[in-house]
């Protein structure tokens, strides 16, 4: 009888103190998994944002997203305004003006790239993959992927990249080239765009004290 | 004063000039909220005040000892006794009524968790009339609830943070933090490659080229812990967690004790000093009651987020701005948002999880 009562009180004690704090949950991923459950869209959207926008809509594995619309951006699309005349034929021409002076390619070694990896001279408004297929500069995400596979694989989760407006769905992230410049991918050192004056006055103080 | 449904005593300063001069009350109106309006709308309120005392009565139907009673006194009676000469005088105009009725109803108002979404309303028009009456200008303030089914979260990936600093200017922009003091809530560590995470040993404060040779550079700043000790520690209930996840802080509840500032593990608390300085043209007039409005000296404050824009779908503007997109935010319980992707196809990591903080702010690699 006596035993009986210690255990219960023993028990009763033991199950105060799990709910300690009154947490409903053990743990934040707990809640996630549990409140996820019964999900229902909410009424919070960023269409609104993105009316404005041009957007296409992808869909690569098991993610549909949209991504924004590259050929208008691109100053000097479509390339044959130009090159009305195949590659060979407009090169070495007494009047040729020299083109695309400006870029310089710094993307990987000359052994492993050049123009042509990604340009056809053949058919120059669109990329070309590796193997020679075509690919549509609004889907130039197709050419990085031959060989950033894992950027790729975050890029589609939503692990790289940024997203174009707010978090709400639909989900609208931007592409590589609206980050890395393709003929010159990686980010550049820079100054930082903030210095703490005052935090540099306030740890003197505290040397000082 | 518990059977009257009204949350403060209403000295309806525009009321009673209404009856002396007889000018009808609807010019009040011109004027922003007159006393007659605010009467009516808490009237017809069902406030359910069995269970928990609130406003007039969260103050006034209290145990305290002598000390503060008489400090309590002192505080509302210069207020009071300003209203009361404005109102009595003969000079002050309309203007300076108005500013004085609002300053009194904005000293009784209650605890704003415990607010309806009426009296959110009424305080949130209190206080864009009070910024048009003393600054001529309009800012736009919302109190928009927590919706259902979003908990926010973060993620964070340290190979993809440049340490260029755009965020925290980002962030100081968008909240309207005291520019004097320079106020920030996001810190960017510089954190040498192989020692690990090594806050002491970190600069937050570098001024050089970045990415620097041999650095990585990570960013903390409030990380609204599903546990907050923060929220435990406050003596007057004045932050608390809100349904979305949000911890964040009401201003006007504040009596900047510091309690949570030292009971935050991660730094993520700032205290007001002094009165936060803002120049009038770079103060961000979208604001939120529990987010960016202006604070006054001696409060708390810290990262909510950006309440007034993540509640309309945006994204913080920290995320916004990182050029790099090394901060990704969401909505945790979404299973198609890319922040439970991040958490549920990467090596993620939290700081001090040991603690049982349980942060909604994540770390990653590439």
């Known amino acids: ?209 | 004063m518990s059977n009257n449904s009204k949350k403060w005593f209403s000295l309806n300063l525009s009321n009673t000039k209404t009856q002396v001069h007889n000018t009808s009350c609807k010019c009040g109106k011109s004027l922003g909220k007159c006393g007659d309006h605010s009467e009516e709308n808490q009237g017809n309120d069902k406030v359910d005040t069995e269970d928990h005392k609130d406003g007039f009565d969260q103050v006034f139907e209290v145990q305290m000892n002598r000390r503060t009673a008489f400090k309590k006194l002192t505080a509302s009676l210069l207020i009071g006794a300003g209203a009361v000469t404005t109102s009595c005088s003969v000079i002050s105009d309309d203007k300076s009524k108005e500013k004085a009725q609002i300053d009194w109803e904005e000293q009784f108002k209650g605890n704003y968790k415990l607010m309806t979404d009426e009296e959110k309303k009424n305080t949130v028009d209190r206080l864009v009339r009070s910024y048009q009456l003393r600054t001529g200008k309009t800012i736009n303030m919302t109190s928009e609830n927590a919706e259902e089914n979003v908990l926010f979260g973060y993620a964070f990936n340290i190979s993809k943070c440049n340490g260029y600093m755009d965020c925290v200017n980002a962030c100081v922009e968008e909240n309207n933090q005291d520019r004097n003091s320079q106020m920030q809530y996001i810190r960017i560590h510089e954190m040498e490659e192989g020692k690990g995470f090594k806050f002491d040993e970190a600069d937050d404060n570098y001024y050089h080229e970045v990415p620097a040779e041999g650095h990585f550079y990570m960013g903390t700043q409030c990380f609204h812990c599903d546990n907050p000790p923060c929220v435990d520690v406050c003596p007057v209930q004045a932050t608390w967690q809100e349904e979305d996840g949000i911890v964040v802080i009401d201003y006007d509840w504040c009596v900047g004790c510091r309690y949570c500032m030292a009971a935050c593990p991660y730094d993520g608390r700032r205290f007001n000093w002094s009165t936060p300085e803002v120049p009038e043209d770079e103060v961000n007039k979208n604001q939120h009651y529990l987010g960016n409005r202006m604070r006054k000296k001696g409060v708390m404050e810290k990262c909510t987020f950006c309440v007034q824009r993540s509640r309309k779908g945006k994204n913080p503007a920290c995320v916004d701005a990182c050029p790099t997109g090394a901060r990704i935010f969401g909505n945790l319980l979404d299973p198609n948002s890319t922040i439970r992707w991040v958490l549920e196809n990467k090596k993620v990591f939290r700081l001090k999880e040991d603690l049982g903080t349980e942060p909604k702010f994540w770390y990653f690699m590439d």
């Open chain 1, 1 to 209: 009888m006596k035993n009986n009562l210690i255990f219960i009180s023993l028990l009763f004690c033991v199950c105060i103190s799990c709910k300690k704090n009154n947490a409903e949950y053990h743990s934040i991923t707990d809640k996630i998994h549990d409140k996820s459950k019964n999900y229902h869209e909410t009424s919070i959207s960023s269409e609104a944002y993105l009316q404005e926008l041009e957007l296409i809509k992808i869909t690569e594995g098991e993610h549909t997203f949209l991504i924004p619309e590259r050929k208008k951006q691109i100053k000097s699309f479509a390339c044959t305004e130009c090159h009305s005349k195949p590659l060979s034929e407009m090169q070495g021409s007494s009047d040729s003006k020299k083109a695309h002076w400006d870029i310089k390619l710094m993307h990987a070694d000359t052994g492993v790239m050049n123009c042509t990896t990604c340009h056809n001279g053949n058919d120059m408004d669109h990329l070309t993959t590796i193997t020679g297929n075509k690919v549509d500069f609004n889907n130039s995400y197709t050419l990085c992927a031959q060989c950033h596979t894992s950027q790729f694989e975050d890029w589609k989760g939503g692990a790289h990249g940024k997203k174009v407006e707010g978090w709400a769905p639909p989900r609208a992230s931007m592409t590589c080239v609206n980050c890395h410049n393709p003929h010159n991918p990686s980010f550049k050192t820079r100054w930082p765009s903030r210095f703490n004056t005052q935090k540099v006055k306030e740890r003197n103080e505290e040397l000082v004290h």
